[in-house]
């Protein structure tokens, strides 16, 4: 029997995509914060990053359907993004990702918050940035190349 799919890939690929491991790491946030309550709970301020991630999540994806490209990592892209977020960083999903965790995380009071978004940041880079980076390079060249030179990777 074939393994179950989703949009023509099988679902174990779907698995390794930011936003599974962004909802792992929220789940950890939450477990950590009900484990050890902080000591300064920013609700509001943490809706407030998490509602700015989430825009600026949209509107990067609104520039890759724009773009007519592929938003999923690791498919090939068939054009470069640069405008809208992506004059300003080469990666700005996953920098929305990473605002929503922080949001998340200082609305359950978790103290030890920068230790979560910086252990995401890092699997981010890790598992998707880099190879997303060198598949960028070797498929669009020097149009890529010259953008690595002129847009910072994060901000």
């Keep these: 029997m074939a393994p179950p799919r989703l949009f023509g890939k099988p679902l174990a690929d ?3 995509m ?4 962004l909802v792992g790491f929220m789940a950890l946030a939450s477990v950590l914060g009900w484990a050890m309550p902080g000591w300064l709970v920013l609700v509001w301020p943490g809706r407030v990053l998490i509602g700015l991630g989430l825009l600026l999540a949209v ?3 609104l520039a890759f359907r724009r773009a007519r490209t592929t938003i999923v990592p690791r498919e090939r892209p068939a054009a470069l993004v640069e405008t809208g ?9 996953y920098l929305a990702d990473l605002m929503i965790l922080a949001g998340w ?6 103290v030890i ?27 669009l060249g020097p149009d890529y190349m010259a953008y690595q030179r002129r847009v910072r990777r994060w901000i």
Excluded: K, M, Q
């Design 14 to 16: 779907w698995a390794d």
């Design 18 to 21: 930011p936003p599974v491991w």
């Design 59 to 61: 509107w990067s994806a």
């Design 85 to 93: 977020p992506y004059a300003i960083s080469r990666n700005p999903i």
């Design 105 to 110: 995380s200082l609305g359950h009071g978790l």
């Design 113 to 139: 918050t920068c230790l979560v978004v910086a252990a995401y940041w890092w699997v981010l880079l890790i598992r998707f940035v880099l190879p997303e980076e060198e598949v960028l390079r070797r498929d």
